[in-house]
């Protein structure tokens, strides 16, 4: 079964920024679309941006863009998100998923969520 891991979040002020990062041990991240999902308490999970690996092409939700930026290191085999410019509305706990397809918007057949990694926007 597929399992991604999540990394890189923490307690930042408003405005500041981190870079998360998405691993897997046993998957070829390069040959999938890649997402990042975040859910806040009390609230439904979304997605927050994707990268595609048929074209590379990356997308965003709204609200986040401008601030984000999605990317690859195959050599390292992951995926980051870069988030700058973060706001206290970005405090959530943060996952990556692939459906194994190569285009995004990922189709939504997920295996199991990873853990996920916290990230905590307040001064």
């Known amino acids: 079964q597929v399992q991604l891991v999540e990394s890189g979040g923490g307690l930042v002020q408003p405005g500041g920024s981190l870079r998360l990062s998405c691993a897997a041990s046993r998957l070829t991240l390069a040959y999938y679309a890649i997402g990042w999902f975040r859910q806040a308490p009390g609230k439904e999970r979304e997605g927050v941006s994707c990268?595609?690996?048929?074209?590379?092409?990356?997308s965003y939700v709204d609200s986040v863009k401008g601030r984000f930026t999605i990317s690859r290191d195959n050599a390292k085999n992951t995926v980051y998100l870069q988030m700058n410019s973060l706001k206290r509305e970005d405090t959530a706990v943060y996952y990556c998923?692939?459906?194994?397809?190569?285009?995004?918007?990922?189709?939504?057949?997920?295996?199991?969520w990873g853990q996920g990694t916290q990230v905590t926007v307040s001064s």
């Open positions: 998923m692939t459906d194994l397809t190569t285009s995004c918007p990922l189709g939504g057949d997920f295996g199991s």
């Open positions: 990268i595609s690996a048929s074209d590379g092409s990356t």
